[in-house]
C-alpha cells in the first residue's frame, strides 16, 4: 500500500500529518507521490475562505491526476461542512477533527473492506518508524494542545476544533525521548492555544512549567515554540529562552492590528501599547531573537487613516517577518455580520503596503545579523542551514540533512538572503 498525505494550514496540522505518516509507516505502508499513491489523506484548514478553495481544488486536481487514488479529507473544512467534501470525486471518507485521533483505525477498517491487501493491524514486520526528512522536515512538530476558549471575532477555528485540550506532561516527554531517539534534534512545541497549555488539567499546569520540565530533560534536543497569544508570554518565558539554551530565540507574537479601536472589535485581550511593551522587552533581554507576527488588514470598519497608522506604527518595530492577511468573513463569526465591508481592491492594496513593509523589516533584521555566527541544523539536501534565530542560509554542499553546525552570517542580498 503507497501513501501520500497533503497538509495545509497551520504547524497543529503538520503535528497531526506527522501522527498519521509515523502510524502509516508502522503499518508498512510506504510513502510516494500524490500522483501515484492508493491513498492520499488530505489535511485541510479553514482559516480563510482562500483556504477551503485550495482544498477543493486540489482534491480535483488528486481524483484527475490519480483516478485510483482513494483520498481520505480530515482537518477544519472537514469539520465545519463536509458536505463540501464528501461528494468530490474519490474521497473514501470525510473525518472531522473529533475523530482524527481514530483516523488510522477508520483506515483499517475501510481498506480492509475495500483492498484485499488493507493497512495491517498494528506493527508490520516491515514497517518502518519516522525520522529526520519524513514529510520533507528535518524538525518534528509535537502538539501538546489543542482547542481554543477564546472568542476572536473573525476566527471560526473554535468551532472546528474545539475547547482547549492539553496533553498530559508525561505524555509529552514520553513523546519527546521516543522523537529523539529516532534521530529529531529539534522539536516544534505547537498548539492552536498554545499559551492556555495545562489551564484544563488536574492539578493545573502552565506552558512555563512544561518548559521548565523539557528543559530539565536529558538529552541535547533543542526546542521552538510556536505561535503564541501576547497575553500568553510572560516575562519568565522570555527568561526561560534566553537563559537555557535549549530554546530557540524565535517568537511568533500575533499582533492582527495596532488599532486599540481595531483589536476591540476583533475582540483581542490586548492593547497596542501592552503589545509594543513585550516586544520590547524581548528584543531588549535578545537583540538577536527573531520575532514575528501576523497581521489582518480590511477588517470591517477599518478606515484608510487605521492601515496607514497600522503601517506606520509596525516600521518601528523589531520585527524580523510578518505574515500579512487580507480580512475575509468566515461563516458563524461575529465579524461576518460587521459593518461597514472594506471593499475587496482596499483591502488588497492594503495588504500589499503592509507586506512592502514586512520586506523591509526582515531585510534589517538581515542586516542586523551580519558578522554574527548562529547555531543552526541542516535542512534538505544540507545545503540549507536553519538558524536558532529562524534564518535561512545556504552553505556549500558536503553535510548531509540534521546535522548541527554553526554559520558565521558574511553577507545580507536586497531581499533578505543571507550567505
Known amino acids: 500500500m503507497t501513501y501520500a498525505i497533503v497538509t495545509f494550514g497551520c504547524r497543529v496540522n ?57 483520498i481520505v479529507v480530515t482537518g477544519c473544512y472537514a469539520t465545519r461542512k463536509s458536505g463540501d467534501l464528501d461528494h468530490l470525486p474519490n474521497v473514501l471518507a470525510v473525518v472531522p477533527n473529533h475523530q482524527k485521533n481514530g483516523l488510522l483505525q477508520t483506515l483499517d477498517r475501510e481498506f480492509a473492506l475495500t483492498s ?17 526528512g519524513a514529510m520533507g522536515g528535518t524538525a518534528y512538530p509535537i502538539r501538546v494542545q489543542t482547542g481554543c476558549n477564546e472568542a476572536c471575532a473573525f476566527c471560526v477555528i473554535p468551532s472546528t476544533r474545539g475547547p482547549s485540550r492539553s496533553r ?54 533543542t526546542f521552538r515554540i510556536s505561535s503564541l497569544e ?13 537563559e537555557s539554551g535549549r530554546f530557540a530565540p524565535h517568537f511568533h507574537l500575533p499582533l492582527q492590528h495596532t488599532g486599540d479601536r481595531m483589536l476591540r472589535a476583533m475582540r483581542r485581550p490586548y492593547t497596542f501599547e501592552r503589545y509594543r511593551d513585550l516586544i520590547d522587552q524581548i528584543h531588549a533581554r535578545l537583540p538577536h531573537a527573531s520575532i514575528g507576527s501576523d497581521l489582518i488588514v480590511g477588517f470591517p470598519g477599518e478606515s484608510d487613516r487605521d492601515a496607514e497608522a497600522m503601517a506606520n506604527e509596525v516600521e518601528r518595530m523589531p520585527f524580523a517577518y510578518l505574515h500579512v492577511f487580507p480580512y475575509s468573513d468566515r461563516p458563524c463569526t461575529d465579524a461576518a455580520v460587521m459593518t461597514p465591508k472594506v471593499e475587496a481592491a482596499s483591502a488588497r492594496t492594503r495588504a500589499r503596503i503592509m507586506r512592502d513593509v514586512a520586506a523591509r523589516l526582515t531585510r534589517r533584521f538581515v542586516a542586523s545579523q551580519v558578522g554574527s555566527v548562529r547555531p543552526g541544523l541542516t535542512l ?9 534565530n529562524f534564518l535561512k542560509i545556504r552553505i556549500p554542499p558536503g553535510l548531509p540533512r540534521n546535522i548541527r553546525v554553526h554559520v558565521r552570517i558574511d553577507s545580507a542580498a536586497l531581499d533578505g538572503t543571507v550567505q
Open 380 to 388: 534538505d539536501d544540507g545545503t540549507l542551514v536553519l538558524t536558532d
Open 230 to 242: 501576547p497575553m500568553d508570554c510572560p516575562r519568565d518565558l522570555v527568561d526561560l529562552v534566553a
Open 116 to 132: 484485499r491487501e488493507g493497512l495491517g493491524g498494528g506493527e508490520s514486520p516491515c514497517g518502518a518508524s519516522l525520522a529526520p
Open 14 to 70: 503538520q503535528a497531526d500529518s506527522f501522527e498519521f505518516e509515523e502510524g502509516l509507516r508502522m503499518r508498512g505502508a510506504v510513502v510516494a507521490p500524490a500522483a501515484a499513491a492508493d491513498l492520499v489523506i488530505v489535511n485541510t484548514c479553514s482559516v480563510t475562505g482562500a483556504a477551503d478553495r485550495s482544498a477543493r481544488r486540489v482534491i480535483r486536481g488528486l481524483s484527475r491526476d490519480n483516478p485510483s487514488a482513494r
Open 168 to 221: 498530559r506532561v508525561s505524555e509529552i516527554r514520553d513523546q519527546v525521548d521516543r522523537v529523539a531517539a529516532a534521530g529529531y534534534k529539534e522539536m516544534w512545541l505547537v498548539g492552536v492555544h498554545l499559551g492556555s497549555f495545562g489551564r484544563d488539567l488536574r492539578p493545573a499546569t502552565s506552558l512555563v512549567k512544561l518548559l521548565r520540565d523539557l528543559d530539565r530533560q536529558p538529552g541535547d534536543t
